[in-house]
């Protein structure tokens, strides 16, 4: 169970993974010692784990995103998602409820680099039917 000051820290962490520990502290008004020993904890405890790049809104704003729906063959699932995984441009795949089985995020840099991975997405065995829409404005990400 995660406390009140794990969860501030966790936000501060989203926000700059690069975050200094004595920045961290002076923000939750907790020794540098204590942040270090929850950061450990945290991390040991499987809440944390990594810290990675998140791209910059001028970068991210120039790219086409789209989430297209999946429609699949349930006995080639697995090996559709493998494969999807290899697409560098495939930056989410959720396995989701309803009619479709999965939902993918395809982020590209170019109308015809998506259409490119759509065509590769659509043409792996065990894909019956997708549905695309493609992303015009974020308004809230948190």
Known sequence: ??????????????????AS???????????????QNR????ENNGVIKAYSVVLGH??????????VSLKVNPNLRQTICIA???????SHIYSI??????QVTIQ???LEKLNEVLNIVCSLEGVERTN???ILDTIFER
């Open 84 to 90: 999807m995984r290899k697409t560098h441009q495939i």
């Open 21 to 35: 520990i004595s920045d961290i502290a002076r923000a939750t008004n907790v020794s540098r010692t204590a942040i």
């Open 1 to 18: 169970m995660l406390t009140e000051k794990d969860e501030e820290l966790l936000s501060i962490l989203r926000c700059n993974a690069r």
């Open 39 to 42: 950061l450990n904890k945290l």
């Open 108 to 110: 590209a840099q170019t």
């Open 97 to 102: 409820s309803g009619e479709y089985d999965l």
């Open 132 to 134: 695309s829409s493609i």
């Open 58 to 67: 001028e970068y991210i704003n120039k790219l086409i995103t789209a989430n």
